[in-house]
Nanobody, 117 residues
């Protein structure tokens, strides 16, 4: 089974930045679909970003602030988060699989991001 191990979450002040990492097991270059989701307590899970061979797409609420990418040499996917807002506070989840449409089959354990002064 594919394993996704996330890191990089923490406490940051509004306007600050964090970079989340997701280390992926298996044949990384064979993974067709990758995405980042987030979920706050009592809220629905939200799609944050999707990474495809043609590039990345983003939810409206993070456009211009977040950048998703993948590093094939390191078998790692990233989410660079800039200009963080309190409403970005949530558990962030890496999602990946061998299919072409999401949500994909495998999930990370989640990493908590808290934006507060």
């Amino acid at each position: 089974q594919m394993q996704l191990v996330e890191s990089g979450g923490g406490l940051v002040q509004p306007g600050g930045s964090l970079r989340l990492s997701c280390a992926v097991s298996g044949s990384f270059f064979s993974i067709l679909g990758m995405a980042w989701y987030r979920q706050a307590p009592g809220k629905q899970r939200e799609l944050v970003a999707t990474i495809t061979p043609g590039g990345s797409t983003y939810a409206d609420f993070v456009k211009g602030r977040f950048t998703a990418s993948r590093d094939n040499a390191k078998n790692t996917v990233y989410l660079q988060m800039n200009s963080l807002k309190p409403e970005d506070t949530a558990a962030y989840y890496c999602n990946a699989g061998y299919g072409t449409t999401g949500p994909f089959a495998y999930w990370g354990q989640g990493t908590q991001v808290t934006v507060s002064s």
